[in-house]
C-alpha cells in the first residue's frame, strides 16, 4: 500500500462523505419504514420475517444452516434466533438438526412459509416500485447498482 492510500485511509470523512453517508442511512430508513407500514396494514409478513423466508427459498433444498442464514440476511445469532424462533412457532419453517453434527441445526421453508412470501410478494414489489424505481432513471439505477455493489463487496471482503 502507498502511503497515499495509508493516509487516504486514515482520514475522517468529509462533509460530502457524511452528507452521502446520511441520506443513505435515512433514505434507506424512510423506504423500509414505508414497505413496512404496507405490509402490516395488509395483514403480511412483516419485512425482517419475508428477508428470512426469501433467503431459505433460494437456498438448496430450501434449507440453510443457522450461521448461514445469520450471514444471509446480515444478522446476528441472537436477533436471528428469536426471529427463526417466532416463524417456527407461525409454522413458517421448521429446524431440522444436522445428522453429522449433532449440535448444527437448519432452517427449513415450509409450505406455508411459502404461501405467506406469495401473499406479502405483490405488496413488497409495489412498494419497491412506488418508493425507490419509478424515482431512479435506468442510468441512475444502474450507477447505484455498481456503487453499492462496490461497498458490499468491499464490506464483505473485509469480514474475512
Known amino acids: 500500500m502507498t502511503g497515499t492510500m495509508t493516509e487516504k485511509h486514515k482520514r475522517l470523512p468529509g462533509e460530502r462523505q457524511l452528507a452521502a453517508w446520511r441520506i443513505f442511512l435515512n433514505t434507506h430508513a424512510a423506504i423500509i419504514d414505508r414497505i413496512e407500514r404496507d405490509l402490516a396494514t395488509a395483514n403480511r409478513l412483516p419485512l ?9 427459498l433460494e437456498a438448496p ?8 442464514l445469520a450471514q444471509a440476511v446480515v444478522l446476528n445469532r441472537s436477533t436471528l434466533t428469536r426471529r427463526v424462533d417466532r416463524l417456527e412457532q407461525e409454522g413458517l419453517l421448521t429446524r431440522e438438526r444436522s445428522g453429522a453434527d449433532r449440535r448444527g441445526a437448519y432452517a427449513v ?6 404461501a405467506a412470501l406469495r401473499e406479502a410478494w405483490p405488496i413488497y414489489a409495489r412498494g419497491i416500485e412506488n418508493y425507490f424505481a419509478r424515482h431512479l432513471s435506468d442510468e441512475e439505477l444502474a450507477t447505484l447498482t455498481n456503487a453499492l455493489g462496490r461497498l458490499f ?6 469480514e474475512q
Do not use: K
Open 48 to 56: 425482517g420475517s419475508y428477508d428470512v423466508l426469501v433467503a431459505l
Open 153 to 158: 463487496a468491499a464490506a464483505r471482503q473485509e
Open 61 to 68: 433444498d430450501h434449507r440453510l444452516r443457522m450461521s448461514e
Open 109 to 114: 421453508l415450509t409450505e406455508q412459509g411459502r
